[in-house]
């Protein structure tokens, strides 16, 4: 069975071709997260100034919020209900979903990952982006990769 993950990077730079090379650069580089192929959706790429932009963005950051509730609900289904309950979870699935939410929290990029700034390493828009997006849109872009 093949697994298609998609992922939607934001990031800066002069171009799209630029932002696509950067893209498949950190896909190349990356150690601890590796595909048998990237595919860039040329079509899909949107461009800073592009009227969907602001919407698409907000899609994707609100796939990462579904996707830190889902794997909230499941630790709360395998009995892990309250902080202290932290205190003695023991290793394995709990705590593989504890740290796979801790990852989405802390801009640790991963297959589970699906809107990441690339150049703020973060899974949401920081004040510093927003700025940025707001002053100069132009030089923004969305990849869509698969």
């Not at 998609?6 to 950190?26: A, M, N, W, Y």
């Not at 740290?99 to 297959?111: N, P, Q």
């Not at 150049?119 to 990769?145: G, Y």
Request: with cysteine.
């Amino acid at each position: 069975m093949i697994l298609s993950i998609k992922h939607l990077i934001l990031l800066s730079g002069p171009d799209q071709e630029t932002c696509r090379q950067h893209v498949r650069l950190f896909f190349e580089k990356s150690q601890l997260v590796r595909y048998d192929s990237i595919q860039i959706d040329d079509s899909g790429c949107i461009n800073g100034t592009a009227p969907e932009f602001t919407d698409v963005l907000e899609q994707g950051i609100s796939e990462n919020k579904k996707r830190l509730g889902a794997l909230l609900t499941k630790l709360r289904q395998e009995g892990c209900t309250s902080l202290e309950d932290l205190l003695n979870l023991q290793q394995g699935f709990k705590s593989k979903l504890l740290h796979t939410m801790s990852h989405l929290l802390d801009g640790f990029f991963g297959i589970d990952s699906y809107f990441y700034d690339l150049d703020e390493i973060s899974h949401w828009i920081t004040v510093n982006r927003q700025k940025h997006l707001e002053q100069a849109a132009n030089e923004c872009w969305l990849i869509r990769v698969t």
